[in-house]
């Protein structure tokens, strides 16, 4: 089997990330015509067009797309394994933004083998709504962020896929015919949005018994008895349940989480990202 250089992947995902392979070339610090030879290059090696483009727009093909989230995982293996043969202690400051509910149950864990690992690096935490945390990395006031995947944006490398559950109080009794009781973040949350959207399209009626921006009022509310939040099961508030299915209760889709870095050449921000990646694949696969 023939191997990929890195440095092939990494102009693949510029390209991807950017839909412009003059951002990618910018981006990576190349001329175009590089970009465009190592795209032609990781074309030939892997037998596949991974790109369609023309004059007015860059897409994936399908094969594109099988290859995306492959490439990220094998650059941040890379990167992984770069930092662990390195003789050299990160030292730096990293600026990383989390969505609320990770950081309120997996975040102390990654932090804690990060740290032991890498001692000198000075860590700065902002929790938040995914949408606000994307802002802020685009804004550049953040390096790194785990966020679950804004519709349309295609950066970063998954974590994990999961449905999102309705969680509740676990003595919360649904009312089949009474409006739901729904306990939400503001918008523009993800989770909100998919759940009204849900809601609305199997025409079951809902009202909001509850808003707060920090999970853990919610958490509050729902340990009340005061109704139930569309929440990922994997992260779910200590002393709340999934709730059971039931007819007059829609499933809700997948959600899916990412994290996403300053790209190439940020090896604190790597190593952070490449422990988290490790925390949530050892998860992933404990619960298998």
Request: no cysteine; hydrophobic share 50%.
């Amino acid at each position: 089997m023939t191997m990929i250089a890195p440095d092939l992947l990494a102009t693949f995902l510029a390209v991807a990330d950017g839909r412009s392979f003059t951002r990618a070339a910018k981006a990576l610090g190349l001329r175009q015509s590089t970009v465009s030879q190592q795209i032609g290059r990781l074309e030939t090696l892997t037998g596949r067009r991974l790109i369609d483009r023309d004059t007015h727009r860059v897409a994936l093909t399908v094969d594109g797309e099988m290859l995306f989230d492959h490439a990220r995982r094998v650059l941040d293996a890379h990167a992984l394994l770069e930092a662990s043969l390195s003789d050299r202690p990160l030292r730096g400051r990293l600026r990383l933004g989390a969505s609320e509910d990770f950081v309120l149950s997996a975040l102390p864990d990654v932090l804690a083998a990060f740290v032991r690992r890498h001692p000198d690096v000075d860590l700065e935490l902002r929790a938040g709504l995914s949408h606000d945390l994307y802002d802020a990395f685009d804004a550049g006031l953040l390096d790194v962020i785990f966020v679950k995947r804004r519709t349309g944006d295609r950066r970063g490398t998954t974590a994990w896929r999961e449905p999102i559950r309705w969680v509740a109080h676990p003595d919360f009794r649904l009312d089949p015919v009474a409006p739901l009781p729904l306990l939400l973040y503001p918008p523009p949350s993800v989770t909100r949005a998919l759940a009204i959207e849900t809601l609305e399209r199997a025409g079951r009626s809902w009202r909001i018994a509850f808003t707060s921006a920090s999970l853990t009022g919610l958490s509050a509310a729902a340990r009340a008895g005061i109704g139930l939040m569309p929440h990922s099961a994997r992260l779910s508030p200590a002393q709340l349940a999934v709730v059971a299915p039931h007819p007059s209760l829609p499933v809700l889709p997948e959600i899916e989480f990412v994290v996403i870095g300053p790209g190439a050449g940020n090896p604190v921000a790597d190593a952070l990202i490449a422990a988290m990646l490790h925390w949530a694949g050892v998860e992933r696969a404990a619960h298998a």
